[in-house]
T-cell receptor
Framework: NAGVMQNPRHLVRRRGQEARLRCSPM?????VYWYRQLPEEGLKFMVY????????ESGMPKERFSAEFPKEGPSILRIQQVVRGDSAAYFC???????????FGSGTQLSVL | KNEVEQSPQNLTAQEGEFITINCSYS?????LHWLQQHPGGGIVSLFM???GKKKHGRLIATINIQEKHSSLHITASHPRDSAVYIC????????????FGQGTRLTINP
């Protein structure tokens, strides 16, 4: 039973490019959460999704960031026109039901040049 | 002031020592999580608790809801326990909108 899979592990983008981060939850999990860890800072909640629905995106910057969790395929966190301040580790977690134990992916380290 | 405060920020100990990491929070919560972040960056959920005490192997987590305080204990510590330990609280707003502490960096020397 594979865990939460995130790819890529490392992503390098130049300023102005788009970054697409992927997260495949554990089998049987329909709740996905994205968190961001800025350098030298703690983790912060970004967005909570269920299949085909964004439940809570209150932690996501209003511009340039979007997330989806389609009926088929992984959840995608998309950052348009990246800036240096977007450089961070982005973690995805999943749970079978809301309020249950979280299982984390290994994260995607985004570096913006 | 952060809603979740951990202490100490850094802890170095010798192999075999009993370790305690503390977490205090200032908001009402539905659950508290203890996470372990390895040097490579990966995060593992150790415990999720809303009352009392949980034990898994050499790890013990306790929570006192009235005092808004939780502790993570490691017995017979080992160098492989070296990691950052993170406390996070779920404010019960749904969404597992966790609020995270800054983490405690633990180093166990052989």
């Amino acid at each position: 039973n594979a865990g939460v899979m995130q790819n890529p592990r490392h992503l390098v983008r130049r300023r102005g490019q788009e970054a697409r981060l992927r997260c495949s939850p554990m089998k049987g999990h329909s709740h996905v959460y994205w968190y961001r860890q800025l350098p030298e800072e703690g983790l912060k909640f970004m967005v909570y999704l269920q299949k085909e629905n964004i439940i809570d995106e209150s932690g996501m910057p209003k511009e340039r960031f979007s997330a989806e969790f389609p009926k088929e395929g992984p959840s995608i966190l998309r950052i348009q026109q990246v800036v240096r301040g977007d450089s961070a580790a982005y973690f995805c977690a999943s749970s079978r039901l809301q309020g249950e134990k979280l299982f984390f992916g290994s994260g995607t380290q985004l570096s913006v040049l | 002031k952060n809603e979740v405060e951990q202490s100490p920020q850094n802890l170095t100990a010798q192999e075999g020592e009993f370790i305690t990491i503390n977490c205090s929070y200032s908001v009402g919560i539905s659950a508290l999580h203890w996470l372990q972040q390895h040097p490579g960056g990966g995060i593992v959920s150790l415990f999720m608790l809303s009352s009392g005490k949980k034990k898994h192997g050499r790890l013990i987590a306790t929570i006192n809801i009235q005092e808004k305080h939780s502790s993570l204990h490691i017995t017979a510590s080992h160098p492989r326990d070296s990691a950052v330990y993170i406390c996070a609280v779920d404010r019960g707003e749904g969404a597992q909108k966790l609020v995270f502490g800054q983490g405690t960096r633990l180093t166990i020397n052989p």
